[in-house]
């Protein structure tokens, strides 16, 4: 196990100080799983029942904030992307992880919105995990072309383009945002699993 760097390594907070931290981004999961991102830093303090003091010393801006909330989420997708490499069969684990990620945009606004603004972030904990995620879907989809499950034209462009479109269904499509995404979903895989794909020229 690599030592923490000493420089960089934060230090742990004290207990009130973890407490109110805990109740911030348990706020901060609550409020932008119900209203979006766009929902206000001062709410959440209200939800947390801290000062806007507290918020901003644990979070100096509201990206930081998201980012916080990213780590989370794409922790949860990292474990699941680490579970689903280990399928003797790449298209049944890649499929079953895109299925978790969509059930994770369905059910939570804020993953989804943290999904879009964490590609603007410029570092940290949250590129870093997002990175690991794409490598195990980009390992699952070159595993599944090697086994001829899935056509060899396909890349990682490709699955960020379907993760990316079924989030703006489930924004858009209201009540029947469920049901439109999953759709919307299986189609696309069935099109990376054609016998007889059309020719992709860009």
């Known amino acids: 196990m690599s030592t ?3 420089a960089t390594a934060r230090p742990p907070l004290r207990r009130d100080a973890q407490r109110n931290r805990d109740r911030i981004l348990e706020a901060a999961r609550r409020i932008f799983r119900e209203q979006g991102a766009s929902a206000p830093v001062e709410e ?3 939800g947390a029942e801290v000062g806007m003091g507290t918020l901003y010393r644990h979070f100096p801006t509201k990206d930081a904030l998201i980012d916080a909330i990213a780590v989370a989420r794409f922790a949860e997708m990292v474990e699941a992307g680490e579970e689903a490499v280990t399928n003797d069969n790449a298209a049944e684990g890649l499929e079953g992880l895109l299925r978790v990620v969509l059930e994770m945009q369905i059910i939570d606004r804020g993953f989804r919105d943290a999904l879009s603004a964490v590609t603007g972030l410029k570092g940290g904990e949250a590129i870093e995990l997002r990175d690991q995620l794409r490598g195990h879907m980009t390992s699952l989809l070159r595993r599944a072309q090697a086994a001829g499950q899935y056509r060899d034209d396909l890349n990682g462009d490709d ?10 269904i489930v924004e858009r499509a209201g009540d029947d945002a469920e049901r439109l995404a999953t759709r919307f979903q299986t189609v696309h895989l069935d099109g990376f699993r054609t016998a ?6 860009a």
């Open 44 to 46: 959440i303090a209200r």
């Open 159 to 168: 699955i960020s383009a379907l993760i990316w479109s079924t989030g703006r």
């Open 196 to 201: 007889t794909p059309s020719t992709l020229t």
């Open 4 to 6: 923490p760097d000493p």
